[in-house]
Nanobody, 111 residues
């Protein structure tokens, strides 16, 4: 059974940084395409970043240059480094693989 467990969310001031983690189990992580999504209140869930098994990455235009997705295959863990955070980045962030989702972690950017 695939399990994805996010951590690392919290409250941060504008301009600050956070690093999200997603611990994965029940899958062959090293060959899995993984993604980060987010959902803000009243909005649809949207893709933030993806990373393939060979390390190729894609980003939403709204986070390019500020967010970095990475993976540690030895630890079966996906990361999202978020810098220069803005209030509009406030959302629940979800880890994803195929049809599997984590429970989400709340990120709030506010002064």
């Amino acid at each position: 059974q695939v399990q994805l467990v996010e951590s690392g969310g919290g409250l941060v001031q504008p301009g600050g940084s956070l690093r999200l983690s997603c611990a994965a189990s029940g899958l062959i992580f090293s060959i899995a395409t993984m993604g980060w999504y987010r959902q803000a209140p009243g909005k649809e869930r949207e893709s933030v970043a993806t990373i393939t098994s060979d390390g190729s990455t894609t980003y939403a235009d709204s986070v390019k240059g500020r967010f970095t997705v990475s993976r540690d295959n030895a630890k079966n863990t996906l990361y999202l480094q978020m810098n220069s955070l803005k209030p509009e980045d406030t959302a629940i962030y979800y880890c994803n693989h195929w049809r599997y989702w984590g429970q989400g972690t709340q990120v709030t950017v506010s002064s």
